[in-house]
């Protein structure tokens, strides 16, 4: 079915009719919903919810649930919708004053960028713009956040960095991600900054790990390694035909790992390591997994913390172009790779088989490539030279802690401003203040105010022990003869003298 009004004209995938009173009559209507994934998602939810209000609409009755075809197998799954419709009805009234705007509503990238035919177009001209939303790490409520503060684009973005002193925490916290302008600024100057020491682990021998996987499946179909020691190297695939021959490549991996006792292994992200520790249960050597999992390295953490490339992020592909890497084939990513292997199951051609093996490669490649310019890095971070140039591709890198050194400066006298009108306003602020801070205290009710705002009378001091003193003779009779729990005016004195020592 199709509803259609003046805005609106939406298609439906199915309608299931069930009992309930509506304006229909005893019946009403519940939308279903078909899709090729095998987990339904929260954009299919949504897309569910909106399908029911406006359903509703026509029908006078909110559906209570509605129906998911997904999957190879067909599943249907039964979606509850939410009751509280605020979201939903945003989203139309997002669309109705899009529809009725006179100007088309501002270009901004996001996840669905990378699935949608557009995403070239889109792309080019989020450049021309210098689009804050180029940065993947900023989501559409910061850039908003900054749109407010007058910033709209990448450059004005990097003018905002300004170094500042790291606090000494008494416990160690996990490094995070310093600053979004920090990166724009590394885009505006077209260097790599690097911030604190990145620590690498090295070894003689070093491998090099890659998966390719079926998200909605849950399994891995290949596995690549580049295992590098002195100045030799040797490449391994491992392709599995069907979700059953999983823990059969798997196991090959870890005859190979075995063959190097000591090895470092890398690998870029957490996928990897999540799916080595979900493989593990089914593996019949879980003590070599457990050493694999221990001596394998995520190098995406040094670089989320402490390295800052001249690119929008920190994925694989767009460091490692940097770096001068290349791939075979211009469109090579990750949601390319599940449409190549969709092809090849639907059609066992090798040709599919050999693109998902190059790509794979590459990304080995490319993994190696990264991890080496880390390395070079970390090596020379503490001498007086950086590497500028990795293998013919210039690099120029400059520590963080070089622009504080040259942004922490004391000077004493009048300030050379750029502009005179910067020192009119100065010496206005300095007014301002003097007016505050100095005035003739000739009031009482002037003199409690300053006291209570300065906490005049207040020592600070926190008491930290109770120190008690017997006297040797009575301050106030002066008799020697003293006896304990008296009290002054007694017949006999007891004096003991109470101070409280302050830090």
Known sequence: ATLEDDLFSLAFDGLKKVEGPSKLGDFHYIPILFSESEKVRKEQRLLLEICGLLLSRLQGQMPVYGVIWHGKECKATRVRLNADLRKTERLLRDLKDMFSAESPPKLMLNDHCQVCEF??????????????????GLGEKEVKKYGRKGIFTVTQLGHTFRPRKEKKQKTAKPPKHRHASLQAMAIRDKKVYVFGTPTVPSAPVTIFLDMEGNPDGGYIYLIGMIVAQNDTEKRYSFWANRREEESKIFEQMLEIVEQYDGAQLYCYGQYEIANIKRMRQAASKKRLVDRLLHSLFNVLSPIY????FPTYSNSLKEIGRYLGCTWTEADASGIQSLVWRGKWETTQNEEWKGKLTVYNMEDCLALKKVTEFLVATQNKVNSSSLPQVENGIPCEVTRVEDIERLTNYN?????DFANADFATINKCAYFDYQRQKVYIRNSKKIKRATIKRKGFGKSGLRITKRITVICSKCPFCHSSDLTSGLKRGQTQCQVPLVKKAYD
């Open 119 to 136: 995403r070239q177009r889109c792309h080019e001209q989020a450049v021309r713009e210098d689009s804050l939303s180029l940065l993947r």
């Open 305 to 308: 913390s402490h390295i800052y």
């Open 411 to 415: 000077t004493w006298g009048d300030v």
